[in-house]
């Protein structure tokens, strides 16, 4: 009895601390890509980290989501059978130019009777020039909902959704994760 108590009371000074936390950015809405005013891409994440070569991870979360976001997603486009969110960050650490591209395709199954997205690829941008480009053979769902994961990275050893497109050793370099991934 004495041990539930404890626990107990320590759960509730845990719940009181984080009640006065302020706001994360886990509460911010998602990027929201329009066409014609009707939303095409819906994009969010907890967090965005990209780490290149063996530099600091960089945490791009704030610059994407909320009050302070600078990322500009201005580029993303979509059609009928494919879509583009281009995240351009700009100049950050070492990265001139900085810009995250999700490439996604649409194909209607006869068998579902709708259409399904699928992210096709994620391109790393710097210098103006793609630097590394990943497969995401894994990532799709009907288009009429949204796919989420709790984590979508390039690291193998969790086993990776983002497969490096070549045996290019440039690729190797990269390691991209988002935490709550959800497009």
């Not at 059978?81 to 209607?108: C, E, H, P």
């Not at 990275?153 to 969790?158: A, T």
């Amino acid at each position: 009895v004495n041990q539930s108590i404890n626990y107990n009371l320590s759960r509730k000074e845990q719940l009181e601390r984080e009640a006065r936390r302020p706001l994360t950015h886990s509460h911010y809405s998602p990027l929201n890509v329009t066409v014609n005013s009707i939303p095409c891409i819906l994009f969010w994440a907890k967090r965005i980290m990209i780490k290149f070569k063996n530099h600091t991870q960089l945490d791009l979360t704030e610059k994407t989501f909320g009050v302070h976001a600078t990322v500009d997603f201005g580029d993303s486009n979509c059609s009928e059978d494919s879509a583009v969110l281009s995240l351009k960050f700009g100049d950050i650490d070492n990265l001139k130019g900085l810009v995250i591209r999700f490439l996604l395709t649409t194909s209607y199954y006869q068998l579902s009777v709708q259409n399904w997205f699928s992210l096709h690829r994620l391109q790393l941008l710097y210098n103006h020039s793609v630097q590394a480009t990943f497969n995401a053979t894994r990532i799709y769902a009907p288009s009429s909902y949204s796919y989420h994961c709790d984590r979508v990275n390039s690291l193998q050893r969790y086993d990776a959704l983002l497969i490096p497109s070549s045996a290019n050793d440039v690729l190797k370099l990269w390691e991209v994760t988002f935490i709550d991934f959800q497009v």
